[in-house]
């Protein structure tokens, strides 16, 4: 069982600035990628940022140039941190992480289904 707890989110004007961060314990073998999707009010959850085992990091386009994903310090820890914020950046901010199983001794390995955290709201006024 992977716990994923978030953290750091709120209120923040159009322009501002704020991050969020999410620390992952549990049997963790193997991170395909920890990231984060939000899901606004009348909205389909939507990715916004990922960042592989081995650093590789996407963005959703909406995000890009604005957001900034990457590892804590923390083993399995990643943050986002969220500049330039704008009213249509309003949404529950979750964290995602996808992991591989180990399953024998020889190194044979299935991918679970992700996990996700509880969320955090981040609210953008104008």
């Known amino acids: 069982q992977v716990s994923l707890v978030e953290s750091g989110g709120g209120l923040a004007q159009a322009g501002g600035s704020l991050r969020l961060s999410c620390t992952a314990s549990?049997?963790?073998?193997?991170?395909?990628?920890m990231g984060w999707s939000r899901q606004a009010p009348g909205k389909q959850r939507e990715l916004v940022a990922r960042i592989t085992g081995r650093g590789d990091t996407i963005y959703a386009d909406s995000v890009k140039g604005r957001f900034t994903i990457s590892r804590g310090d923390a083993k399995n820890t990643v943050n986002l941190q969220m500049n330039s914020l704008k009213p249509e950046d309003t949404a529950i901010y979750y964290c995602?992480?996808?992991?591989?199983?180990?399953?024998?001794?020889?190194?044979?390995?299935?991918?679970?289904?992700?996990?996700w955290g509880q969320g955090t709201q981040v609210s953008v006024s104008s």
């Open positions: 549990g049997r963790i073998d193997s991170i395909n990628y």
């Open positions: 995602t992480l996808s992991q591989d199983r180990i399953v024998n001794v020889e190194g044979a390995r299935v991918t679970l289904p992700d996990s």
